[in-house]
């Protein structure tokens, strides 16, 4: 069954909580067949503003996570064996273009750079999908939208979007929400009062002054949620941050140690 998921029946939408400006520069990328980059630090929403938006507009999505391996044919398709017959099986970008649906390409500069090959004829005016393998050249319906996504701060010299690329996507930039719009999503999405939802922004605060010196990255909203359903299930707010927070963020003793410091002066 399907669900319903259109403006008329908000309740069904995933939820999301705009930051600024972003829901409009969406719908008016997908009216106009514009692709859009999405750009921002690990688990500060993107993925679900992506889930949100194919929602409200009654789009189908389909969502790829990038990797290393990640090659054109696993987005375009191929030919597989199926009870004795050679069948082609159309990938994740060619089911959305056939569709007229969205394609999100979550974290794309992990992918093989033969990726971007097949996306160039997407991201401009042809808004074709050449598919070699069975002859057929694909032109995108009005209604198929390209979105992909990554991390600026983990980029480096191996990895990293070519300004070729990046020049042919409108740009998105995301953070981490604002400490009273973070503390109502980690409230409404962990089902936590809203007391104790600030008190793990804030511990959040605290952490992220810590990226980029002793941590990777600083904690994600993601990573706040999973503590706050722990916490709202009955958990013990340490044992909770500890599971969720101080154990995903770092295996080094004295980094989890130093987390562990700012958790009880936050809760102290």
Not at 65 to 84: P, Q, V
Not at 116 to 127: C, F, I, S
Request: proline share 6%; aromatic share 6%.
């Amino acid at each position: 069954m399907t669900l319903d998921m259109t403006p008329e029946n908000p309740e069904r939408l995933p939820f999301y909580s705009p930051q600024s400006n972003e829901c409009a520069v969406f719908e008016m990328a997908q009216q106009n067949g514009l692709p859009l980059l999405l750009k921002g630090p690990t688990g500060c929403g993107k993925t679900r503003f992506v889930e949100h938006m194919a929602a409200r507009l009654g789009l189908p999505l389909h969502t790829v996570a990038c990797h290393d391996d990640l090659s054109a044919a696993d987005l375009i398709g191929r030919y597989l064996i199926k009870g004795g017959e050679t069948v082609w099986v159309d990938g994740p970008l060619t089911r959305a273009v056939r569709e007229g649906g969205i394609c999100y390409l979550d974290e794309v500069v992990e992918a093989r750079k033969d990726v971007t090959v097949v996306l160039h004829p997407l991201t401009d005016d042809r808004r074709r999908l050449v598919i070699d393998r069975t002859g057929e050249e694909l032109v995108a319906p009005e209604s198929f939208m390209l979105v992909a996504s990554y991390n600026p701060g983990y980029q480096n010299v191996l990895k990293k979007l070519k300004p070729s690329t990046r020049q042919r996507f409108l740009s998105l930039g995301f953070d981490f929400p604002a400490p009273e719009l973070e503390t109502s999503v980690v409230a409404a999405e962990a089902g936590l009062d809203e007391g104790r939802a600030g008190a793990l922004v804030r511990l959040a605060g605290h952490i992220r002054k810590l990226s980029g010196m002793d941590l990777e990255e600083g904690v994600s909203t993601r990573l706040l949620i999973y503590a706050g359903t722990l916490i709202a299930k009955g958990m013990r707010s340490e044992d909770a941050i500890e599971a969720a927070i101080v154990e995903p963020l770092s295996d080094e003793p004295d980094v989890q140690q130093a987390l562990r410091d700012l958790t009880a002066s936050v809760y102290g």
